[in-house]
């Protein structure tokens, strides 16, 4: 069993493009258009959940190491939409999704 291990922080925001992002918050608010790529976590059970904040403009979150190469490019389609994320021994995983959110 893996318990949810969240960030005592602020939600963080991120309204830049970032190739090597590393989670704070375990609440991220993603500006238009925003391209990240999530690190590694050092600790299993982290979560970060990240929400699109326009609805007019797709941001995208890349995980470096993830559970599934099914998922490995999370896109989300304004609208308010969001993934929440979960670090494992084996890498990123999706545990929630709401709103439009595809997979590439």
């Known amino acids: 069993m893996i318990l949810p291990i969240y960030f005592e ?6 309204s830049a493009d970032d190739s090597n ?3 704070t918050s375990s609440l991220v608010f993603l ?4 391209d990240i790529t999530l690190k590694d976590s050092e600790k299993v059970g982290t979560t970060v959940t990240f929400f699109c904040t326009t609805s007019t403009v797709d941001a995208v979150v890349t995980l470096t190491t993830k ?12 609208n308010l939409s ?3 994320v979960m670090w494992t021994p084996d890498g990123w995983n ?6 439009q959110v595809t997979f590439s």
């Open 82 to 84: 969001s993934v929440t």
């Open 9 to 14: 922080a602020a939600p963080a925001t991120v």
């Open 94 to 99: 999706v545990i929630n999704i709401s709103g």
């Open 31 to 34: 500006g238009s258009g925003v």
């Open 21 to 23: 992002y590393t989670a």
């Open 67 to 78: 559970v599934s190469t099914s998922y490995d490019v999370i896109n989300l389609a304004g």
